[in-house]
Nanobody, 115 residues
């Protein structure tokens, strides 16, 4: 089993920045990827960013150039640096760990962008 604990969510003003963290524990090892998803009220859960074991990254078009995903393998932690935040970024953000067997999800952390 893999457990994911997210932190760093909160309320920020438009144009502000926030960094989310997701610490993984448990059966960590082998080939795995980590990703951030988000889900706004009444909307589907969409991928925001993904990072592979060796650091390759992919971003949703809506956050390209504003968000940066990174990982610290020694700490089993993935980060999402969010800059130039917009109200439409408001959502519950979920961390996902994926190996070749299954996906694991964090509990989610609320990000609210509002003045």
């Amino acid at each position: 089993q893999v457990q994911l604990v997210e932190s760093g969510g909160g309320l920020v003003q438009p144009g502000g920045s926030l960094r989310l963290s997701c610490a993984a524990s448990g059966s960590i090892g082998g080939i795995y990827t980590m990703a951030w998803y988000r889900q706004a009220p009444g909307k589907q859960r969409d991928i925001v960013a993904r990072i592979g074991r060796t650091g390759s990254t992919n971003y949703a078009d809506s956050v390209q150039g504003r968000f940066t995903i990174s990982r610290d393998n020694a700490k089993n932690t993935v980060y999402l640096q969010m800059d130039s935040l917009k109200p439409e970024d408001t959502a519950v953000y979920y961390c996902k760990y994926s190996n070749i067997v299954k996906d694991y999800w964090g509990q989610g952390t609320q990000v609210t962008v509002s003045s």
